[in-house]
C-alpha cells in the first residue's frame, strides 16, 4: 500500500499512472529506502500483466557469477552445482513483471547480454542451446547517479537508454514531510497489532520530533524508529 498525499508523491504516481499500461520498461531513481520497489509493484498492478507474476531480482545482493543463471537460468550439468535444470526469472515472468532492484550495480558484462535478450526477445539458458522467446516487462531502480555511472562504465549507455524508455525519480522521505504522519499512524497500527500491542498512540512532542527530522534512511529508517517505538510502548 502507498501511503501519502503529498505533490511530490503525487506527481510520481502519476508518472507510473500512465505508464502502468504500456510495455516500456520503466527506471526508477531515488534513495535508498524510499519505497522503489512499492512503485514498481504500484506499476504492475495496474498494467494488463497485473494476473502474471511479479519477481523482484536484487542485482547487488546476487554474486556476479550467479546472475547469469538467475536471469536467464541453466540446464542440469551447466556447472558444479547444476543438478537439475531451473528457469530464469526472465522466462519465470514472460507473461508479467521482473523488477532489477539496483541495477546500477549489474556488471557490464551481463548488461550486454540482458541487453541483447530485451531486444530479441529470446533467451538461451546457461549450459543450452535451445533459444526460448521471453516476453517480460521491466522495471529497474537504482540509487546510483546514473551520469556518474555511465562515465566511470559502471553502467553501458546503450544498456541504459533501453532501461530508461521511461524515467523518474521517487523523492526522499525529506521533500515529502506531509507523508510522514500517515506513514506514522499506518506503520504504528501495522506494527501493534504484529506485536499484539493494542492501540499505541504518540504524544505531540514526539510526532513534532519526527516531522522535523530529516529521515536520511527515509521510510526504511522511520519504520525501523516505530518498531522499536511499538516493541518499548507502554500502554
Known sequence: EIVGQSPALRRVLDVATQAAPSSATVLILGESGTGKELIARYIHSKSGRANGPFVAVNCAAIPPDLLESEFFGHEA????????????????????????????????????KLLRALQEHEIRRVGGTKQIKVMPRVIAATNRNIEEAIETGQMRDDFYYRVAVVTFTLPPLRERKDDIMPLVNRSLAHFSMLLGKGDVK???????MLESYSWPGNIRELEGALIRVTAFASL
Open 77 to 112: 550439468g551447466a556447472f558444479t552445482g547444476a543438478t537439475q535444470s531451473r528457469i530464469g526469472v526472465l522466462e519465470l515472468a514472460s507473461k508479467g513483471t521482473v523488477f532489477l532492484d539496483e541495477v546500477g550495480d549489474m556488471p557490464p558484462h551481463l548488461q550486454v
Open 202 to 208: 504518540l504524544d505531540p512532542l514526539a510526532q513534532e
